[in-house]
């Protein structure tokens, strides 16, 4: 059974950084998995925020390009979300996803608030 659990959310002040990890337990075919990172906040709908294909291209939503970096551990099975230069709008749960063999699973979410 794939499972993936999120970890690395908290309280940060503006300015500050955190490191979002996801593991991702289960997975076959984890090297191949379309993995990303998307975040809701309240009253909004879902959004993407970055993802990395299995050739290693990276992808960002605008708002968080030159701010947040993508990468994947395959040994590890995890993926990570670093986060600088965090502002009061990147306040969210923040939610893991991956995609194998044509399967979507996300993982339960974690926390990420910036106040001061």
């Known amino acids: 059974q794939v499972q993936l659990v999120e970890s690395g959310g908290g309280l940060v002040q503006p300015g500050g950084s955190l490191r979002l990890s996801c593991a991702a337990s289960?997975?076959?075919?984890?090297?191949?998995?379309?993995m990303g990172w998307f975040r809701q906040a309240p009253g909004k709908e879902r959004e993407l925020v970055a993802r990395?294909?299995?050739?290693?291209?990276?992808i960002y939503t605008d708002s968080v390009k030159g701010r947040f970096t993508i990468s994947k551990e395959n040994a590890k099975k995890t993926v990570h979300l670093e986060m600088n230069g965090l502002r009061s709008e990147d306040t969210a749960v923040y939610y893991c996803?991956?995609?194998?063999?044509?399967?979507?699973?996300w993982g339960q979410g974690t926390q990420v608030t910036v106040s001061s």
């Open positions: 996803k991956m995609i194998e063999r044509g399967h979507d699973y």
């Open positions: 289960g997975a076959v075919f984890f090297r191949t998995n379309h």
């Open positions: 990395i294909l299995p050739n290693g291209q990276k």
